[in-house]
């Protein structure tokens, strides 16, 4: 089955918004069709959620977007929930230098 795609959908897609646009519009697309949606819908925001670490593979991600020149397009907010806001330092990754490290 195959995504109707508006035009601004396409637009995403084409790289007209930038390389980091159509990434994530391929992304969704193939999630799109994965699980049988018909179309999309415009939004005014977006909240992320599952934005977790999850060891390297999460950075890698981000800054590919980033290397790619990604931006958020709506007012958009994310989950801190997997931080201790009360006790910050009680995670193992507090101690250690916010610089990844790189094998």
Known sequence: MSIALSSSDKSLLSGEHGEAAAFAMRLL???AEAVGAERFIDI???HIDGCLYL???????VEHLVHLGGRVRVPTTLNVGSVDLIHPT???AATRSAEPERG
């Open 29 to 31: 697309v193939r999630f």
């Open 44 to 46: 005014e925001a977006a």
């Open 55 to 61: 060891g390297q593979v999460s950075l890698d991600f």
């Open 90 to 92: 009680s995670l193992p």
